[in-house]
């Protein structure tokens, strides 16, 4: 799947073949293949990192020793399947990781003025104030809910692949995304109805 | 939450959830860290021909300590041998024995002078 791939949208087949040939040309060594894979991908484990870490440095971090990680463990990468969810499960973990070992405080509740919605002069500081107010929202769900949602509605991998990745049954996935989005979206419609 | 609710929810993406979380999870300067990434790359690429180069030394260095070593067991074990010409000679006077054989059942190396003339002779 391309990380710039409408969500929901299939990874066509030749995508995939190209990939798994970009994999074996970086696993030989091949610097502009694994260049290629980086650029495809760095949105998406940036996106996805910091879905874990809310500090955005922290996230690109763990997203950077992710790559690293995947490039010393290309050799395990079955070609009959997608990169991308196998990637992911590397950013999620790499994340993960990173958040344990630095022990990231929890979310602090939601700001006073962001629950509020208040108008805002210009549509880039709404969009601004309403991004931070779903990242406040984001950090507030447990990180397995907060990593389905994101994989499901931000990168839109199927519910197989996000159980794949979160190494949970798909059953669990359907679940935390239901809940994550039921606060989420309930934080939009204040936000559209404050508007 | 109702059964229903649950089931009919989440079968597909929500475009303006999904928009909105995609536009606050936005990484800015991608460029910079594509550049990051490919740059940890070669330092970890560099690492590596470094270890063949080391590899390649260690074997080349393994030759040499072993010729070291030989050199300098024959260094010590000269005087043992009949190491000139004469003594493999004399060694040789005894019946059934050639100059060849003097030499090889020596306790040390040979003169090369001596193996030389061994070798010579033998070609007469």
Redesign the interface.
């Known amino acids: 799947m391309s990380a710039e791939s409408q ?2 949208a299939p990874l066509p087949r030749i995508a995939q073949q190209e990939e798994a040939e970009l994999v074996r040309r970086s696993l030989a ?1 091949d ?1 502009e293949a ?2 290629r894979l ?2 495809r991908y ?2 998406q484990a ?2 996805v990192a ?2 874990v870490l809310r500090n ?1 440095d922290d ?2 971090d763990a ?2 020793d992710a ?2 990680a995947a ?1 010393t463990k290309l050799d395990r990468y079955d070609p009959g399947r997608p990169f991308g969810p196998w990637l992911m499960r590397i950013v999620a973990n790499a994340a993960t990781d990173r958040r344990r070992r630095r022990a990231v405080r929890q979310a602090e509740p939601l700001a006073a003025e962001l629950v509020g919605g208040g108008r805002r002069p210009d549509a880039e500081a709404e ?1 601004a104030a ?3 107010r ?2 406040e929202a ?1 950090a507030q769900l447990p990180e397995r809910r907060r990593l389905a ?2 994989l ?3 990168e ?1 991998y199927p ?1 197989a692949e996000i159980a794949r990745i979160l190494g949970v049954p798909e059953g669990t996935v ?2 935390e ?2 809940h994550a ?2 606060r ?2 309930q934080l ?1 419609a204040d936000w559209k109805e404050a508007r | ?1 109702s059964a229903q609710d ?1 089931m009919g ?2 079968h ?7 928009a ?9 300067d ?1 460029a910079a ?2 550049a ?3 740059a ?3 330092q ?2 560099a690492v590596v021909p470094a270890w063949e180069v080391l590899a390649r030394w260690a074997g080349r260095g393994i030759a040499a300590a072993a010729l070291l070593a030989l050199a300098a067991a024959l260094a010590l074990g000269r005087g043992q041998a009949p190491g000139s010409l004469d003594e493999a000679l004399i060694a040789a006077t005894d019946p059934g024995t050639s100059v060849t054989t003097a030499l090889l059942v020596g306790e040390g190396p040979p003169d090369p002078g001596t193996v030389f003339a061994a070798v010579v002779g033998a070609e007469r």
Request: overall charge positive; hydrophobic content about 50%.
């Open positions: 969500p929901g060594g610097r694994f260049g980086v650029e760095a949105a940036r996106r910091r879905a955005p996230a690109d997203a950077q790559f690293l490039l969009r309403l991004g931070e779903l990242l984001l949602v994101v499901f509605d931000v839109g519910h359907r679940s995304v239901f989005r039921r989420l979206r939009l | 939450m649950f929810f989440d597909h993406p929500d475009p303006e959830l999904g909105a979380l995609r536009a606050a999870l936005e990484p800015r991608q860290f594509v990051r990434v490919m940890r790359f070669d970890a690429r």
